[in-house]
């Protein structure tokens, strides 16, 4: 039986690993986290988090093939693939500071794996991260490597928050980045052969690494661009007497530019737009 750790049981990795563990019966899937309450949560009627559909997902695989559990150790230890959805904040000092991503919480994931691990595994990094984050975990993985060998994948997840479910359910596309050799390769079918339990083959999109990690943030800019830009035309309405929602239905029937995201609203909303914009100028 495969077995899948993620670590990181936040927005990302609980909705994201219920989802893998409803789908793939067969594969064991646990969510570890350092934080006590969170976990106690999701052991809980009480999940910590909202979406709606959850619940009835955990419910379904909980104590099956879905757990949650503080042993972060032993359940690295036992994975073979391992997804690291830990948070990435914007840094607040340093070189970067209010730019760039905080990779602390990253780094000191990527050190345990190191530590605990005495088979090979696959890491996939599914927190929003720099471009080139993979080669700094690679060396960390590898420097102390006692012999395992390590492939790293980026599988950037591109779920909002509160259409969590459906999101998972029926992604516009999985993007899958690892390296082009012959064991970045198998690592790369590997975790597409999870997806395609349930996701259609042709959205499962395999790229090299960098692309994965550059196409989230690039994503993230481009829709923050669109809002921007309602936004800015927001004003003109005002000085013109136009209406933006009028403005903003006209401008959307064009296939070219499709009516999502072109709602004028205060500046551009969650905090990963904003993150991952500054995070994109900084690189
Ligand atoms: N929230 C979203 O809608 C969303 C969407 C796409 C991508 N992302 C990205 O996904 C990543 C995770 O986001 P999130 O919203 O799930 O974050 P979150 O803050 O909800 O959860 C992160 C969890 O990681 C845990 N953690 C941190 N370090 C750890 C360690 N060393 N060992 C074990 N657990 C550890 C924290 O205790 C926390 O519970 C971020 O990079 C974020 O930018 C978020």
Same mark, same amino acid.
């Given at each position: !039986?495969?077995?899948?750790?993620?670590?990181?049981?936040?927005?990302?990795?609980?909705?994201?690993? $219920? !989802?893998?563990?409803? =789908?793939?019966?067969?594969?064991?899937?646990?969510?570890?986290?350092?934080? /006590?309450?969170?976990?106690?949560?999701?052991?809980?009627?009480?999940?910590?988090?909202?979406?709606?559909?959850?619940?009835?997902?955990?419910?379904?695989?909980?104590?099956?093939?879905?757990?949650?559990?503080?042993?972060?150790?032993?359940?690295?230890?036992?994975?073979?693939?391992?997804? /690291?959805? #830990?948070?990435?904040?914007?840094?607040?000092?340093?070189?970067?500071?209010?730019?760039? $991503?905080?990779?602390?919480?990253?780094?000191?994931?990527?050190? !345990?794996?190191? &530590?605990?691990?005495?088979? &090979?595994?696959?890491?996939?990094? =599914?927190?929003?991260?720099?471009?080139?984050?993979?080669?700094?975990?690679?060396?960390? @993985?590898?420097?102390?490597?006692?012999?395992?060998?390590?492939?790293? @994948?980026?599988?950037?997840?591109?779920?909002?928050?509160?259409?969590?479910?459906?999101? @998972?359910?029926?992604?516009?596309?999985?993007?899958?980045?690892?390296?082009?050799?012959?064991?970045?390769? =198998?690592?790369?079918?590997?975790?597409?052969?999870?997806?395609?339990?349930?996701?259609?083959?042709?959205?499962?999109?395999?790229?090299?690494?960098?692309?994965?990690?550059?196409?989230?943030?690039?994503?993230?800019?481009?829709?923050?661009?669109?809002?921007?830009? /309602?936004?800015? !035309?927001?004003?003109?309405?005002?000085?013109?007497?136009?209406?933006?929602?009028? /403005?903003?239905? $006209? #401008?959307?029937?064009?296939?070219?530019?499709?009516?999502?995201?072109?709602?004028?609203?205060?500046?551009?909303?969650?905090?990963?737009?904003?993150?991952?914009?500054?995070?994109?100028?900084?690189?």
């Amino acid at each position: !039986m495969v077995k899948i750790c993620c670590i990181g049981a936040g927005y990302v990795g609980g909705p994201t690993m $219920a !989802m893998i563990a409803l =789908k793939c019966p067969k594969i064991e899937v646990a969510v570890v986290d350092i934080s /006590v309450p969170r976990i106690n949560a999701w052991n809980s009627d009480q999940l910590p988090i909202y979406e709606p559909g959850l619940d009835e997902v955990v419910k379904q695989c909980r104590g099956k093939n879905l757990f949650f559990s503080t042993d972060v150790e032993k359940h690295v230890f036992e994975a073979d693939i391992v997804f /690291v959805s #830990v948070n990435t904040p914007t840094k607040t000092r340093g070189l970067g500071a209010g730019k760039a $991503a905080d990779l602390t919480y990253w780094e000191s994931a990527a050190r !345990m794996i190191a &530590d605990v691990s005495k088979s &090979d595994k696959i890491v996939v990094e =599914k927190s929003t991260v720099p471009v080139k984050t993979a080669e700094a975990i690679e060396k960390i @993985l590898t420097h102390n490597s006692k012999g395992i060998n390590y492939q790293i @994948l980026s599988n950037p997840e591109f779920l909002a928050e509160g259409t969590a479910i459906q999101d @998972l359910l029926n992604p516009d596309r999985v993007l899958i980045g690892g390296r082009e050799t012959p064991e970045g390769l =198998k690592a790369v079918q590997a975790l597409k052969d999870v997806y395609a339990h349930w996701v259609p083959e042709d959205r499962i999109l395999t790229t090299n690494l960098w692309s994965a990690e550059l196409s989230k943030l690039a994503a993230n800019a481009f829709l923050a661009q669109r809002i921007s830009s /309602v936004n800015a !035309m927001s004003a003109l309405c005002e000085a013109t007497g136009a209406d933006v929602t009028q /403005v903003s239905y $006209a #401008v959307g029937k064009d296939t070219r530019i499709g009516p999502k995201f072109l709602n004028a609203s205060v500046g551009f909303g969650g905090s990963c737009f904003q993150k991952d914009i500054l995070n994109l100028v900084y690189i």
